[in-house]
């Protein structure tokens, strides 16, 4: 049974720094590429980050324009778990995050359709 958990979420203050963690379970890590997307109330649901898979990718990072040089995605490939390190949060990211899975780049980075997907945690970033 696939599953990916997210968490880590919580509320932070604007400047401030959250550690995501997306633990996933029932597929072969290595083969997918995994994403982190956010849907912040009254909005679609956006891609964040996304990180290859490091078994015939080489472990490329994708970031949308918002967040580069803010959010790091990694992978841990000993415990099947990405990290999305956000740094200089902003009240602009406050959203629900979610994880998804693909064996496919393309589909994680441009599309919605990724085969498997997270329930969300919730980041809000507030004084």
């Known amino acids: 049974q696939v599953q990916l958990v997210e968490s880590g979420g919580g509320l932070v203050q604007p400047g401030g720094s959250l550690r995501l963690s997306c633990a996933t379970s029932g597929f072969i890590f290595d083969f997918y590429a995994v994403g982190w997307f956010r849907q912040a109330p009254g909005r679609e649901r956006e891609g964040v980050a996304c990180?290859?898979?490091?078994?015939?990718?080489?472990?490329?990072?994708w970031y949308a324009g918002p967040v580069r040089g803010r959010f790091t995605i990694t992978k841990d490939n000993t415990n099947d778990t990405v990290i999305l390190q956000m740094n200089s949060l902003k009240p602009e990211d406050t959203a629900v995050y979610y994880c998804?899975?693909?064996?496919?780049?393309?589909?994680?980075?441009?599309?919605?359709?990724?085969?498997?997907w997270g329930q969300g945690t919730q980041v809000t970033v507030s004084s």
């Open positions: 990180i290859s898979g490091t078994s015939g990718g080489d472990g490329s990072a």
């Open positions: 998804a899975a693909d064996r496919h780049w393309m589909v994680v980075t441009t599309t919605l359709n990724s085969d498997y």
